[in-house]
């Protein structure tokens, strides 16, 4: 599966994004997706994870309640959701797949497929 991010931009603090992956192929609801970031001189981390159903989610507790990570299977499409937005969420955002079904991992190296990355500033 290709993955393709798109959504981020300049926001200011408060303020509110919402990020795009548009999958390539006909098995996207096969995986479970998952939202990871960037921040410079950091490791990426997760940020959320959802099931290959969407019936599940996970987040990362530093966006629990301000996030909301989505999927459209039938057009083949993942979202975040970002609300509420502060300066320590900069960094660079991406998508991935996991292709074990049902696993929600938390771990980046469960994702085969990567997005590109799509930048998030978070700026007054």
């Known amino acids: 599966?290709?993955?393709q991010a798109s959504g981020g931009g300049l926001v200011q603090p408060g303020g509110s994004?919402?990020?795009?992956?548009?999958?390539?192929?006909?098995?996207?609801?096969?995986?479970?997706?998952?939202?990871?970031?960037q921040a410079p001189g950091k490791e990426r981390e997760l940020v959320a994870v959802i099931s290959w159903s969407g019936g599940r989610t996970r987040y990362a507790d530093s966006v629990q309640g301000r996030f909301t990570i989505s999927?459209?299977?039938?057009?083949?499409?993942?979202?975040?959701?970002m609300n509420s937005l502060k300066p320590e969420d900069t960094a660079?955002?991406?998508?991935?797949?996991?292709?074990?079904?049902?696993r929600m991992s938390t771990m980046k190296e469960s994702y085969d497929y990567w997005g590109q990355?799509?930048?998030?500033?978070?700026s007054s």
Not at 17 to 37: E, H, I, N, P, V
Not at 92 to 102: E, M, T
Request: some cysteine; overall charge positive.
């Open 117 to 122: 990355g799509t930048l998030v500033t978070v």
């Open 71 to 81: 999927r459209l299977n039938t057009k083949n499409t993942l979202y975040l959701q």
């Open 92 to 102: 660079v955002y991406y998508c991935a797949a996991d292709p074990q079904r049902g």
């Open 1 to 3: 599966v290709q993955l």
């Open 17 to 37: 994004l919402r990020l795009s992956c548009a999958a390539s192929g006909r098995t996207f609801s096969s995986y479970d997706m998952g939202w990871f970031r």
